[in-house]
């Protein structure tokens, strides 16, 4: 056996000791397994939806806070509509509910009575919101709404997948109108930045900003954007996206106002959502055969602490373990103290690394008496022996420095799986073998149509110019049919969760 062998052998067994399929055997049952394990989510005994516990309810408050924080900060407010949606709404915007029917959940009675008109549980919530500001808008010094809210939405989903496609999941949904275009444009690509600057800085996670080909749009948008992941495995996952609408919607609701030249205008509105599915993003870019890697920016846990001791002095034990973790939590850190009893420190110790918790810290009486603790970072397989008062000072930077670390190890995993190819044959090869595909492309919707029927593989976005992954300007012919390209640059093609 080789030395690399050898040590994925060792990873393999490893792996199986915590009960996780290594990520090699079958990337799809590592997954599932994990999100279970870990105590993320659950099966629902509502068919295609979740229920997420409160480990992956604490990750996903977190990640809330953090964004809410952002959207306050460039001046957005929350609020609440309703779930029901009056079905003429929905039929109001005719490129909207063709793109929405298959997905549509319906409500035709209320008790035993049968409603006149259904409603629909929101797949998503232009229409409700363009019906109100009809009623609240009136002149251009009303302007601009900057409005988002958080809550769930309801889409049908025939193979589903916890975090990233069920029938019932959370998000946000920002929803702007603005007194022109040039505002509208500017607050949809505002918003696509915050989502890539809060993957970047909080969640280490590489993702290529672009706009979406007319294929792949929003129903009803003019331009759709995106941020766009890679996966361990090679497939894309998008991430977060950003729709500017026009006056679609303005005009399918009479959401109009005076301009300063006393003429009537329909107002100009963007939406942006970020969902849950976020969290299979991080699941899947961070993950090992052993489990999660938490990023340590929205960790639910950043340090454990686990103590260890005989049955005689395992109470003790508990009790600095405790005073510890208030040493720790004064600088800042959230931590756990592990005082299960009668559970073994090998199942603790895979117990937190499946969950992945960034450090963790053992501590037992000799431990005290020397005034050491024994440290092991998530990513890492070895062990450090620091006195107390040194690995509590220096806690902080080494639980920050595994985000750098993350966020390094998916950045070069994603150049090193994304090719740049100019002929289909080579197109196909690199898509079978679970890569991107950077190509030209003529921007054609049947051409695009036959890609993704022969490869299954979609266009997942054209990179922004300022893109740090991938940007470039070109020109060059069609991978598929070999006309002229239409973007002036290389479209990113993969297979998509």
Known sequence: MTKDGGKQQKQDNKAQQYGVTPQSADF??????????????DH??????????PYGTALWENIQRGLDDRFKATG??????????????????????????????TVSKIGTEVLSEPYVMRPTSETIIGHMWAGWLNSYRDLPFLHNQWGSVFRAELRTKPFLRTSEFFWQEGH?????????????????????????????????????TASERFAGAENTYSIEGMMRDGKALQSGTSHYLGQNFSRAFGVKFQTREQKEEFAFTTSWGLSSRI????????????????????????????????????????????KLAAELRAQGLRVKVDGRDGVTN??????????????????????LESGVVVVKSRHSEEKETLPRAEAVAGMAARVDALHDWLYQRASSFMQERTAEVDDFEAFKQNIEEGRWVRAYHCADAACEKSIKEETKATARNVPFDDAEFFADRGEGQCVKCGQPSAYGKRVIFGRQY
């Open 28 to 41: 799809n049952d590592w997954y599932n397994e994990v999100v279970k394990k870990a105590d993320l989510a």
């Open 44 to 53: 629902s005994p509502v068919a295609g939806a979740m229920v997420v516990r």
């Open 76 to 105: 957005h407010q929350n609020l609440l509509f309703p779930t029901l949606i009056p079905m003429n709404f929905i039929m109001k915007e005719a490129e909207h509910v063709e793109g929405f029917a298959p997905e549509l959940f």
């Open 176 to 212: 702007t109108a603005h007194a022109n275009e040039d505002e509208a444009r500017a607050e949809v690509r505002q918003q696509l930045d915050e989502y890539h600057a809060f993957c970047r800085d909080v969640l280490a996670l590489p993702v290529v900003r672009g706009e979406k």
């Open 279 to 322: 969290i299979g993003a991080i699941i899947m870019t961070h993950g090992d055969d052993f489990g999660l890697m938490m990023p340590p920016r929205i960790a639910p846990i950043q340090v454990v602490v686990i103590p260890v001791g005989r049955k005689d002095n395992f109470g003790e034990m508990v009790q600095e373990g405790e």
């Open 346 to 367: 090998g199942f603790k110790y895979n117990d937190w690394e499946l969950k992945g918790v960034p450090v963790r810290i053992e501590l037992g009486p000799r431990d």
